[in-house]
């Protein structure tokens, strides 16, 4: 037997061999019942419905203004990319940097690369690429840390409201939308289910 048609319980580590699913059915762990792995019907048409709607508010949170600062006379308003740009001219290299990374950079990548993924599954071509870029989602998916990020702008906010009058922009609706869609994907499709669709679409090919 294989390695690799094994496989461990998440809770209690009973080892169980692997058998192939049909669509819909879940296989649970003989002595605690916990999930251990299940095949869902449709998952790359989900995939690449997710991913698509991540990068339209992505796009969105960079093209509209993220925020409206009146403070008495003076109003200002900001693009995202500006924002993180103006924190390095002010001299917070390191946290415009790291804001650069999570808010730009690593979302970017892994709903670019997920969209990726999830159209070549589909069309069942690229079986190399889609593996390199399952490789590579594992990597960006570590990297996502918008939801704390965002939370940790919502608290700075509340301070600066004493201070000014924020309204915020049809980009902070659209980075909250990426954050909510992004904690869909991270926490309810697991990496597993992925690496079981790839194999499964190209075996089939
Ligand atoms: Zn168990």
């Known amino acids: 037997m294989l390695h690799k048609d094994i496989i461990l319980c998440p809770r209690c580590f009973t080892p169980h061999k692997k058998l192939p699913l049909a669509p ?3 296989a649970r ?21 997710l991913s698509t709607l991540s990068l339209l508010c992505l796009l969105i949170a960079n093209v509209s203004p993220l ?8 109003s200002a ?12 001219d002010k001299g917070f290299v390191f946290i415009s940097f790291f804001s650069l990374l999570v808010l730009e950079v690593f979302p970017w990548l892994l ?11 589909l069309l069942q071509r690229g079986k190399i690429i889609a593996k390199g870029s399952l490789i590579l989602i ?5 990297w996502s840390m918008l939801d704390i990020f965002f939370i940790a702008i919502l608290v700075a906010m509340v301070k600066v409201y004493q201070y000014a009058q924020i309204h915020f922009g049809m980009a902070f609706w659209a980075l909250g939308g ?7 994907v991270i926490k309810s499709i697991r990496i597993e289910e992925l690496w079981e669709l790839w194999e499964r679409r ?4």
């Open 24 to 26: 819909k059915e879940e």
């Open 29 to 49: 762990c003989v002595r605690c019942q916990a999930l251990l792995y299940r095949y869902r019907a449709g998952l790359e048409y989900l995939l690449l419905i």
């Open 67 to 74: 925020l409206r600062i009146n403070f008495g006379e003076l």
């Open 77 to 88: 308003h900001a693009l995202l990319l500006e924002a993180i740009l103006s924190l390095f």
């Open 111 to 121: 709903m670019g690369t997920l969209s990726l993924f999830a159209t070549l599954v």
């Open 138 to 142: 594992e990597i960006f998916r570590r």
């Open 178 to 184: 990426f954050v909510l869609l992004e904690i869909y």
């Open 202 to 205: 190209y075996e089939m090919a």
